[in-house]
């Protein structure tokens, strides 16, 4: 089975009715296999999500790294935490200190899961990593699946979105699904 045709089969039969994003899954299918990919590869994923969404990055870590899973533990950190000064950060010379920093933490292998709104100074960081993982709200960016903030159903779209990408993790970590 390709990812395709099983990201397809659990769109339509998970419990979590997550059919909206039926539709739109040919957007989303070549992100998701990209960053897992990277993963497994052996990069570092750095959360970072706007003020808003900070409940949605430790919902992230808590459950991608959960003990009772059958898989080994991933390098998933939320930014934030590894840098508790970023708010501060707006000059191109700020940031790009704090990219020496995660160089030389992770060398070129990292990348960064940007959750929020388009209007966020924290999006000026994520778009730095060429690398990125992006789930923009009111924008289109490259490598970017795009939400709309005014949308009345968003959180629940985003824990239907990790719970596809978290399951999407184990098909393709053990190999049940061609990439």
Known sequence: ??????????IRYDKSMMSWLEERRHEWLPLAQDAILKLLEGYTLLVL???NRDWFATYILSKLN????????????KLKTLYPNL?????E???????????ISFGERFFIWY??????????????????????????????????????????????????????????LFGEVEV
Do not use: H
């Open 115 to 172: 959750i929020g709104n388009s209007t966020s100074s924290y999006l000026k960081i994520a778009m730095r990593c060429k690398k990125g993982f992006f789930w923009i709200m009111d924008k289109e960016v490259q490598n970017g699946f795009t939400l709309r903030s005014y949308d009345e159903l968003l959180d629940i779209k985003l824990l239907q979105l990790f719970r596809l990408f978290d399951k999407s993790i184990d098909v393709i």
């Open 66 to 77: 959960n003990s009772l899973k059958n898989r080994p533990f991933l390098p998933v950190y």
């Open 49 to 51: 999500t706007d003020d």
């Open 93 to 103: 010379e700020e940031i790009e200190l704090l990219f020496d920093m995660l160089s």
């Open 87 to 91: 708010r501060t950060l707006q000059e």
């Open 1 to 10: 089975m390709t990812f395709d045709q099983w990201t397809l089969e659990t």
